[in-house]
């Protein structure tokens, strides 16, 4: 069984820096797409940074330059380091594995099978 643990997030302010974790537990085929997902108040569940099975990201243009994907394969561990944080990049964010492959491309949440839990990251202006 495949679980996705995450910790990080937090509150900063307009111009901070956070770091997520999602531990992976569990087989899952190691170059899988992995991406991290934001869903801020009122609107839907986006990806804003992926990490593919050939090692490439990908990033949405709210956050590229600012956010970075990584992966430590040692500790099966995903990262995203946010830098320059906005208030409008306030939300839970969650990692998600599942498909083999995302073309490069930022899937809908629907095509992912594995979930972390869900991380709180607030920015105050």
């Known amino acids: 069984q495949v679980q996705l643990v995450q910790s990080g997030g937090g509150s900063v302010q307009t111009g901070g820096s956070l770091r997520l974790s999602c531990t992976i537990f569990g087989y899952i085929y190691v170059d899988s797409c992995f991406t991290w997902f934001r869903q801020s108040p009122g609107k839907e569940r986006e990806g804003v940074a992926l990490q593919d099975d050939d090692g490439s990201s990908n990033y949405s243009d709210s956050v590229k330059g600012r956010f970075t994907i990584s992966r430590d394969y040692a500790k099966n561990t995903l990262f995203l380091e946010m830098t320059s944080l906005k208030p409008e990049d306030t939300g839970i964010y969650y990692c998600?594995?599942?498909?083999?492959?995302?073309?490069?491309?930022?899937?809908?949440?629907?095509?992912?099978?594995?979930w972390g839990q869900g991380n709180r990251v607030t920015v105050s202006s």
């Open positions: 998600a594995a599942g498909p083999l492959s995302c073309a490069h491309l930022l899937l809908p949440p629907g095509r992912f099978t594995y």
